[in-house]
């Protein structure tokens, strides 16, 4: 949502403001000068003692300090040099101050935005965290504040140019700044409220097996009955076969045993997907200190590593997708609107009165309410059609609880001597729920995904439920024990793509739907043989072979030609080996052929619904036509189509669309053409005649169902195949040789375009390439680091 701020409100502003300030000569020049120093000495204050940061020929920070404190005082300080504007639009998007910057004159993204954060409370949470801290963990985020706040202080370069561009100069950083990030990846990553109102919605037009045949893949889940009295409507049998919509956060990753290796010892390989962007999200650094050394992925405002390595421990992340956030309706008391019913008797909202400062306008009040079960939501395009009259909304979620010591388990981890620190140091994680894989030296390889998960005493969390009769609370967490988890697994690996980390048999609710398995399913394909290299692991995660593909085709290609143009698609396509490769016209054809065909099947019964439905969803469509031909029928026509109409119907809508972009000659088509890495600056990629500058769009391999992600918004009249999601950052950790662990981000290091390092690693992260964060001062050296050294100044001394 931040992002969506940002392109349709400061795109404008881009226009506006800079094209008419500067002339090309001055525009060039003023670029140059924000560029940040990468060599030399800078004399800063709130550093104990000298220290030495030597970045690498791709301008990777490699930071050696005396003291953990100086190590992080010194991130905050790189950090600030290269992402300031990422820095400052996160904090501002989870402390709900986007207005403050852009106002309302573009549209009201921002104020709603704000709206939702300041309701959630995510800020004063974030405060709350930093409160609670122990001494240890207060201290590496209080040093990180002071580098980003010297560097604030001392530059000698101009502002980046989106604070140029904004007239905008910004605070000093705050521990909270921080943590602010955390919530907001724990609200991403758990949004699972978004699923439950559509079921809310969709159940009111739906049939129960209706629904089943969209989403044919997805286990009944136990049902629940909302009260009568809400919604007139009984779901105890829709509930039981109503799945999730499916999921926009996705990550690989897998470890291997020793005994499944080439070196003896464990691999282990993550690549996170996230929406692209540029600069991207992640930003790889290392940090050495006499007690403490840690390399990998950073976040630029966080000041601890949130995927990598430490000398003897490894560790990687995917997203469980469990459920671990509920909606309860509330219901007012009608004596007295201030007050709500609980099981006890009526009691009061908890309220507080917000401001929020909007640029150009006057500023806004908003009235808060918190009930027994969280913050109540006020966005009318959340609750509408869900809570009735004289009820409201509230949202349960570990991640806004009292006590979060997330950034605390981050803490512990980074610090973990072996595998069995690592699973004391996730006994403190809250939230997201995440899969996490973990190796060390020693050769013992874990899988746990610790979280706080919530045990109902009712339902299954999959619709909104009665929040005053206290039938479906909770009634606490599942034990940390018997979280999913195991060590050291027989078969010599542990794989999760997102799949189902438990069987039926678990005997807790996790939760009831889960994504495909495909790219596991490929996964587990690949590690048939017996023992893999770095290199072999490495290859593994730029593999392009789409399962789904291969399972549709045969049930697709039962249609009979009818064309010389769609003769010659079947024809390439019953060649294809299902490999999303960007130099090859069978991905286009395919993929836009099921596009049309979910569009055919489903657009014509769902209505308003289809929109927020359409996705490629293989799985609907096998069943549709192993199954379920009915879909096949377009009910709004006198006849009664069949499903070799349909296929035929969507392949020749399919073929006349790429045409029109692509011109006749399917043999000149290509994947690439049309699925490009969305690597786009939000803001300064829009100003016309420079956005050329700033583009950093490259044609790629994969698809939604490799394990080379590359998701599409197929919904997209424009671009309905460009590349939006995707693996941003892939590791890949050598527990042999820790120095040996392979890194690649999407960009390069820098958020300035005029810089060599914005764009310096895109076709190496394009094509599978790989960078070690190792070596020693002297070996860097020899490679051409450039060296900076921050040198304490004297607290007498102004400059």
């Known amino acids: 949502m931040i992002r969506r701020v940002l392109v349709v409100v400061l795109a404008v502003l881009a226009l506006v403001v800079l094209v008419p300030a500067v002339g090309a000569g001055g525009f060039l020049l003023w670029m140059r000068e924000q560029t940040p120093a990468y060599s030399g000495s800078a004399s800063v204050p709130g550093l104990d003692r000298p220290v030495e940061i030597l970045r690498d020929r791709h301008a990777i920070p490699h930071i050696f300090a005396a003291t953990e404190r100086d190590a992080y005082f010194a991130l905050g300080y790189v950090h600030a040099q290269d992402r300031l504007w990422q820095m400052e639009t996160m904090r501002r998007g989870g402390a709900g101050r986007l207005s403050e910057l852009v106002g309302t004159r573009f549209g009201d993204w921002a104020l709603r935005l704000d709206r939702s954060m300041r309701t959630l409370g995510v800020y004063r949470r974030a405060e709350a965290v930093y409160e609670d801290m122990p001494p240890d963990v207060r201290g590496a985020f209080d040093s990180y504040a002071a580098g980003v706040n010297a560097w604030m202080e001392t530059h000698t370069e101009a502002l980046p140019i989106e604070f140029q561009l ?152 995917t997203t469980t997708h469990s459920d671990t956030e509920d909606l309860f309706i509330e219901k007012i008391d009608p004596q007295d609107p201030t007050r709500y019913i609980t099981p006890d008797g009526p009691k009061p909202f908890d309220t507080r009165t917000e401001t929020i400062k909007v640029a150009g306008q006057p500023d806004e009040t908003l009235t808060v309410r918190e009930t027994r079960h969280g913050p109540v939501l006020t966005s009318p395009d959340l609750v509408a059609g869900v809570a009735p009259e004289g009820h409201v909304l509230a949202l349960a979620f570990p991640g806004l609880t009292a006590r979060d010591t997330s950034p605390e388990a981050l803490y512990r981890l980074n610090h973990a001597a072996d595998a069995e620190a690592v699973r004391e140091a996730l006994f403190l994680h809250v939230a997201p729920q995440q899969n996490v894989v973990y190796a060390d030296t020693a050769g013992t390889v874990g899988f746990l995904s610790p979280a706080l998960v919530p ?172 199954e379920a031909p009915q879909w096949c029928d377009d009910i709004t026509t006198p006849a009664k189509e069949t499903c070799a109409v349909a296929l035929a119907g969507a392949l020749k809508s399919a073929l006349a669309q790429i045409e029109r972009r692509r011109g006749p000659n399917l043999a000149s088509w290509r994947w690439g053409d049309e699925h490009k890495a969305d690597l786009t600056h939000r803001l300064l990629g829009r100003i016309p005649l420079l956005n050329q500058m700033f583009d950093l769009t490259i044609e790629t391999d994969g698809g939604a169902f490799t394990v080379n992600r590359g998701t599409t918004r197929v919904r997209d009249p424009q671009n309905p195949f460009a590349h939006v999601h995707g693996a941003g950052l892939r590791a890949v950790y050598d527990l042999s040789d ?29 094509d599978g390439g790989t960078l070690r964060l190792s070596g020693d001062r002297g070996a860097l050296a020899a490679e051409g680091a450039r060296l900076l050294t921050l040198i304490p100044r004297d607290p007498g001394k102004s400059s």
């Open 166 to 317: 904004l007239r905008h100069t910004p605070e000093l950083w705050r521990p909270a700044d921080s943590i602010v990030w955390g919530k907001l990846m724990a609200l991403q990553l758990s949004g699972n409220m978004y699923d439950e109102l559509f079921r809310a919605r969709a159940l009111q037009s739906l049939s129960p097996e209706q629904v089943q045949d969209l989403f044919p893949t997805n286990p009944p889940g136990a049902p629940v009955t909302l009260a009568a009295e809400l919604r007139g409507m009984d779901l105890t049998r829709a509930l039981a076969a109503l799945p999730n919509l499916g999921f926009d956060t996705a990550s690989n990753e897998w470890a291997l045993t020793g005994k499944r290796t080439t070196t003896g010892k464990p691999i282990l390989a993550n690549d996170p997907h996230l929406g692209l962007e540029a600069p991207i999200l992640w930003y790889l650094a290392r940090i050495d200190t006499p007690n403490h050394s840690v390399a990998g992925a950073t976040i630029p405002g966080v000041p601890l590593t949130i995927l990598g390595h430490n000398r003897t421990v490894a560790w990687g992340f």
């Open 455 to 626: 045990v109902r005493r009712a339902g299954d969390g999959r619709v909104p439920v009665p929040g005053w009769t206290g039938e479906y609370d909770w009634v606490g967490y599942i034990p940390f024990d018997a979280l999913p988890q195991a060590i050291d697994p027989p078969a010599g690996q542990f794989v999760n793509a997102n799949n189902a980390v438990v069987g039926p048999n678990y005997p807790y609710l996790l939760g009831s739907d889960w994504p495909d398995p495909a790219r596991a399913q490929r996964i587990g394909q690949m590690l048939e043989k017996e023992q893999f290299s770095v290199e072999d692991v490495v290859s593994q995660q730029m593999d392009t072979v789409s399962l789904p593909a291969r399972d549709l085709l045969p049930l697709m290609l039962t249609v009979p030609p009818d064309g010389k143009q769609m003769a010659e698609a079947l024809d390439l396509l019953k060649g294809w080996d299902g490999r999303m490769v960007r130099d090859r016209p069978e991905p286009l054809i395919f993929d836009w052929w099921l596009r049309e065909l979910v569009r055919t099947l489903f657009a014509d019964k769902l209505g308003t619904l289809f929109l927020p439905y359409w996705d490629l969803r293989p799985r609907a469509i096998q069943h549709v036509l192993a």
């Open 738 to 766: 820790l120095g040996n662990s392979r890194f690649m981000i999407a960009t390069g290091q820098s958020g300035n375009p005029f810089s060599p390092h914005w764009g310096d690693l895109v076709r190496s992260w394009r």
